[in-house]
Nanobody, 123 residues
Framework: QVQLVESGGGLVQAGGSLRISCAAS????????MAWFRQAPGKVREFVSA????????SYVDSVKGRFTISRDNAANTVYLQMNSLKPEDTAVYYC????????????????WGQGTQVTVSS
């Protein structure tokens, strides 16, 4: 079992920056691929970014490439998403997810999820 707790969401103006975090705990934390998904009101959940357990491989949805950076600190069992040049369309609840194998674009492949953190970007 893995428990995930997101933090760091909030309200920011367009063009601003925010860093959200996901703290992992539990017996199966080690060697877990981690990902961020987001869901805006009235929209389906979408993949945002993922990182391999070593941190050497990362992936981003096209809409955030060049603006968002995913990273992890395995000593602290924490994954981060640094979000720069934020746009109103980035407004969503951001969820952290984990799986004990390679990362995936599909949310259904992740058995462990956090409760989400709200990110609101004002225009």
């Amino acid at each position: 079992q893995v428990q995930l707790v997101e933090s760091g969401g909030g309200l920011v103006q367009a063009g601003g920056s925010l860093r959200i975090s996901c703290a992992a705990s539990g017996r199966d934390v080690g060697a877990s691929a981690m990902a961020w998904f987001r869901q805006a009101p009235g929209k389906v959940r979408e993949f945002v970014s993922a990182i391999s357990w070593s941190g050497s491989l990362t992936s981003y949805v096209d809409s955030v490439k060049g603006r968002f950076t995913i990273s992890r600190d395995n000593a602290a069992n924490t994954v981060y998403l640094q979000m720069n040049s934020l746009k109103p369309e980035d407004t969503a609840v951001y969820y952290c997810a984990a799986r004990n194998t390679y990362w995936s674009f599909r949310g259904s492949d992740y058995p462990y999820w956090g409760q989400g953190t709200q990110v609101t970007v004002s225009s």
